[in-house]
């Protein structure tokens, strides 16, 4: 199915917020995309394009580092069962200045090695100057046997790719043709099915939102859907959440999740903390410095918390008090410097949690499980994000002794997810697997997923079904 201009444009518009979106539920935007079964009927030697989660950066052996590729196995061997041939492609790491794009020769290598067979890096396959697929890409699918299956080389090597991430509202149409151009070009040389299996791939990369539009078929590929089906679909009733980090955004996540009115308890660090301090003492007529975090000097910056989200903060507040929600916040704060304090001054920046902190998170835990002792099988809890800068060992200490409260409250038989990113690094820092019930591979995507705004790839398969 060729994708006209115009329906490209009209995703673009709904991706960017130009444009009204349907209000659905996550629910319901599972219910209106076909699954890996729906191919069933498809012919031996079908050519499938899978957007794969192939960013991973491979370790010497299998299970180190490829994580996202040993959830893709389950899918393209069902391909291979088949007798398809699949095309798999994705993204590893950005394009930086100055830096060559990562290559996803290790990826293949990798994938071959978890499919006891041999996968082919198909390198050089787009001409950026039409956006169109090269020839050799076609002859090359052409001659393979069915069950082959290949990787194309990063496709973020190509500006075509991230060319939705920072466009204006008027540059849309035109980038939304030459997408439409790429899409088409994938589906006459590549393939006219597709298959998403890329659960991370949660940026507006056109590989991501405006090619299935070009298909015939779409679906989404068994580990992403179930991951959709059960476990986030469970994280939606939670009532315990521990949420943090540096991206003031989060916070339009945190709110959406407040507004369902299933959460009891909140425990929060971080930037996201930061802004509810401000805000509490706000409404109690009090003041909280911020310390850098609110220097207007400081307005470039990753932590920056402007006026507007302070406002935010005092809203959420408000509202969750109401609903009955026991916020949790920081009571001190490790510096710099390593010292401990309770308030910041103006120039002071806080990069852990205190004792104190610590010791009130630990307690406010044994508070929620005596609360909902004999409901503990019914109870779910989200965590999501660090402490503080935990790479370094000096500030790492709020974010290691937490790691211990999870499996606090996975003995005591709640349910317990981690939403991926930096919550899963540090669990597989400092804990066990086992010491949760599940830890996603995707930390942006969950976010996006229970949070404010949609999944972009959902978004888009949903208009390819719809559309097909």
Wanted: with cysteine; glycine share 10%; aromatic share 8%.
């Amino acid at each position: 199915m060729a994708v006209t201009a115009e329906r490209a444009f009209r995703l673009c518009q709904l991706l960017k917020g130009v444009a009204t979106r349907e209000q659905l539920s996550l629910a319901d935007y599972l219910q209106s995309i076909p699954k890996l079964d729906s191919l069933e009927d498809l012919p031996a030697g079908t050519t499938v394009l899978i957007r794969g989660d192939v960013d991973a950066k491979v370790g010497a052996e299998v299970g180190q580092g490829d994580i996202r590729l040993r959830s893709m196995v389950e899918t393209i061997k069902f391909g291979q069962e088949k007798g398809f041939k699949q095309v798999i492609f994705g993204h590893l790491g950005r394009k930086e200045k100055d830096k060559p794009i990562g290559s996803l020769a290790k990826v293949a290598t990798r994938l071959g090695k978890l499919l006891g067979s041999e996968v082919p890096l198909i390198e050089d396959w787009l001409d950026e100057s039409t956006n169109t697929v090269k020839d050799h890409v076609q002859q090359t699918i052409g001659a393979a046997p069915n069950g082959s299956v290949f990787v194309l080389q990063n496709v973020r090597g190509y500006d075509i790719e991230t060319a939705l991430w920072k466009a204006k509202p008027d540059a849309l149409a035109a980038v939304a043709a030459k997408q439409a151009t790429f899409a088409d070009s994938l589906a006459e040389k590549v393939a006219q099915v597709y298959v998403n299996e890329a659960l991370s791939a949660g940026s507006l990369d056109a590989s991501s939102t405006i090619v299935p539009l070009a298909m015939n078929r779409v679906a989404l590929g068994k580990y992403t859907a179930r991951e959709f089906e059960g476990p986030m679909m469970e994280c939606m009733q939670a009532q315990f959440v521990v949420f943090s980090g540096i991206k003031i955004d989060k916070l339009d996540d945190l709110e959406a999740m407040i507004n369902r009115g299933k959460i009891k308890t909140i425990i929060s660090a971080g930037s996201l903390a930061m802004a509810l301090k401000k805000a509490e003492a706000l409404v109690a007529g009090k003041e909280f410095n911020l310390g850098v975090t609110e220097d207007p000097a400081h307005a470039d910056k990753p932590y920056y918390i402007p006026p507007d989200r302070i406002e935010q903060a005092r809203r959420m507040l408000l509202a969750g008090k109401k609903q009955g929600i026991e916020f949790v916040l920081p009571c001190d704060f490790v510096l710099a410097d390593a010292s401990v304090v309770e308030t910041l001054k103006p120039g002071d920046q806080q990069f852990d949690i205190g004792p104190k902190t610590i010791a009130l998170f630990s307690q406010k835990i044994g508070d929620f499980l005596t609360k909902h002792k004999g409901q503990e099988s019914t109870t779910v809890a989200f965590h999501n994000g660090v402490f503080g800068m935990f790479e370094d060992p000096r500030f790492e200490a709020g974010t290691k002794a937490f790691i211990g409260q999870l499996k606090r409250l996975t003995d005591a038989g709640i349910k317990v997810y981690v939403g991926g990113g930096e919550g899963g690094t540090a669990l597989e820092r400092y804990g066990q697997p086992n010491w949760v019930t599940h830890c996603f591979t995707a930390g942006g995507t969950v976010l996006n997923a229970l949070g404010s705004e949609p999944v972009p790839y959902l978004v888009a398969l949903r208009m390819a079904a719809q559309d097909a």
